[in-house]
C-alpha cells in the first residue's frame, strides 16, 4: 500500500490536521475519490482508544465538521462550475465512469443520495458535486449533508474506538486495519462490476 494511502502513515504525519484535511477532500473535492476517508476514520478510533491521537471527544466533533464542509465546498462548486464539472476528458484520476456511477445512485435514491453516498466510497466525492450541479436546494442538501456526516464519520470512528478496547483488535491493529481498508474497497467494487455490467447488457 502506498504510505500516502495507509491510515496509519497520515495519521503518524499530520495528525488530527491531516484527517480533517483527507475527509474534506474526499467529501468535497472530485480529486479525492481515492483517498482512504473510511480506513482513517476507523484508524482513528483505534488510535484514539489507545490514547494515542485526540481524544475520541475532539475526533467526534471535528471529524463531523471536516466531513460535513467538505461537501458544503463540494455543493459550491457543482452549483459554480455547473456541467462542465462532469464533461472533462479522462485523466489518470477523472475517469467519466466514476461521473456515470454517482449519477446512476443519485438517479436511484433522489435526495437520499446525499445521506447514503457517505457510505459508499468514490460515489460520496462525487455525488456532492452532481448535488450542486442538479440545483439541489441548499437547505435541504445541507440538513442531508449534516446528518449523513454526523452519522459516517462518528459511526465508524466509534466503532474503530470500541474495537479498540478489544485485546485481540488491540493486539493486531495493522491486521484489522488491512481489514478495514479492504472492506472500505468492497463497494468500489461492486460499483465497478455493475457498471461493467451495464455497459456489456
Known amino acids: 500500500m502506498s504510505a500516502f494511502l495507509d491510515p496509519s502513515h497520515l495519521i503518524n ?12 477532500a474526499e467529501c468535497g473535492l472530485l ?10 476514520l476507523f484508524t482513528a478510533g483505534l488510535l484514539a482508544a489507545g490514547g494515542l491521537i485526540a481524544p475520541l471527544w475532539v ?11 467538505g461537501n458544503l465546498v463540494g455543493w459550491w462548486i457543482g452549483r459554480t462550475a455547473g456541467p462542465a464539472v462532469f464533461q472533462r476528458p479522462d485523466s489518470r484520476l477523472f475517469k467519466a465512469e466514476h461521473v456515470e456511477r454517482a449519477r446512476a445512485f443519485f438517479e436511484r435514491n433522489g435526495a437520499r443520495t446525499i445521506l447514503l453516498a457517505r457510505f459508499v466510497a468514490v460515489v460520496r466525492s462525487f455525488a456532492t458535486v452532481m448535488a450542486g450541479v442538479a440545483r439541489m436546494d441548499f437547505r435541504r442538501f445541507a440538513l442531508h449533508s449534516a446528518l449523513g456526516g454526523i452519522l459516517w464519520a462518528s459511526g465508524i470512528t466509534v466503532l474503530g474506538y470500541w474495537l479498540g478496547h478489544v485485546a485481540v483488535v488491540r ?3 495493522e491486521l484489522f486495519i488491512l481489514g478495514i481498508v479492504a472492506l ?3 463497494p468500489v467494487v461492486i460499483e465497478g462490476l455493475r457498471g461493467r455490467r451495464t455497459a456489456v447488457g
Open 171 to 173: 493486539d493486531h491493529v
Open 184 to 186: 472500505s474497497l468492497v
Open 31 to 40: 480529486i479525492g475519490f481515492f483517498l482512504p476517508g473510511d480506513s482513517l
Open 59 to 69: 475526533l467526534l466533533v471535528f471529524l463531523p465538521v471536516a466531513a460535513i464542509a
Open 13 to 24: 504525519t499530520f495528525g488530527l490536521v491531516g484527517i480533517m484535511a483527507v475527509l474534506f
